[in-house]
């Protein structure tokens, strides 16, 4: 089946660092990549679409400019929280699709931030 | 914009007691997914339909895409304590909005032993 693995699982770091969360499709190649923010018992809250060689979609409300993401490639996505603080911190998790129309999204393990 | 509503919001069940649960929406879509996420991890996809009317099991797992296209359900049969975690149903529009997904609030399930 298809897998998903993001990297790293947890962060932990200081205020005003940024912080590079990948996210790769091991097994299909993904034109799509979607990055998402979770709060404690709370559903998925989709920040912003990757696509393949153009510039990310982002959801209203969400800051361009402070989560950067770039999909170099046609099986990795990346997300940098800049200058990241507390309110930053999250769990947040990538899924990746294959092409095709009955291709459902597959999930990474996520990665939990904690900014001190 | 596009909005599911699952339910129940929680469970708390005996094991070996059968569950289920539903999301509805105003909305029409052609894919209607169900996933299960475990504390700390990502979510991991049960069952996948594509048809309307379609009913699909994977082990004790059941769900059926809805006639209308608006709703889903998902059975669960004789739980076990694994069971135990958070389920998300979730509706995609085919390929148009490159495939997002809108994904409802969840349904919290607690299995006692």
């Known amino acids: 089946g298809a897998v998903v693995s993001q990297h790293p699982s947890r962060v932990i770091c200081k205020s005003g660092t940024s912080v590079k969360i990948e996210c790769r499709s091991l097994d299909f190649q993904a034109t799509t990549m979607f990055w998402y923010r979770q709060f ?7 920040m912003a679409t990757s696509n393949e060689g153009s ?3 982002y959801e209203q409300g969400v800051e361009k400019d402070k989560f950067l993401i770039n999909h170099a490639s046609l099986t990795l996505s990346t997300l940098t929280v800049t ?6 911190s999250s769990f947040y998790i990538c899924s990746a699709r294959d092409t095709g129309p009955r291709t459902p999204q597959h999930f990474g393990d996520g990665t939990r931030l904690s900014i001190l | 914009g596009q909005q599911l509503n699952q339910s129940p919001q929680s469970m708390f069940i005996q094991e070996g007691e059968d569950v289920s649960m539903n999301c509805t929406s105003s909305s029409i879509f052609n894919t209607w997914l169900w996933y299960k996420q475990d504390p700390g991890e990502g979510p991991v996809l049960l069952i996948a339909l594509y048809k309307a009317g379609e ?3 994977n082990g004790r797992l059941t769900a059926q895409f809805g006639i209308t296209r608006k709703d889903s359900f998902l059975n669960i049969s004789a739980s076990i304590p694994s069971d ?3 389920y998300f149903c979730a ?6 909005n490159a495939g997002k997904s809108t994904f409802g609030d969840g349904t919290t399930l607690t299995v006692k032993p």
Do not use: F, R
């Open chain 2, 91 to 96: 509706g995609q529009i085919g390929n148009t």
């Open chain 2, 84 to 86: 135990v975690g958070i």
């Open chain 1, 55 to 57: 510039k990310a979609t």
């Open chain 1, 83 to 88: 200058s990241a603080h507390p309110e930053d």
């Open chain 2, 55 to 57: 009913l699909t099991s």
């Open chain 1, 40 to 46: 404690p018992k709370q559903s998925l809250m989709l």
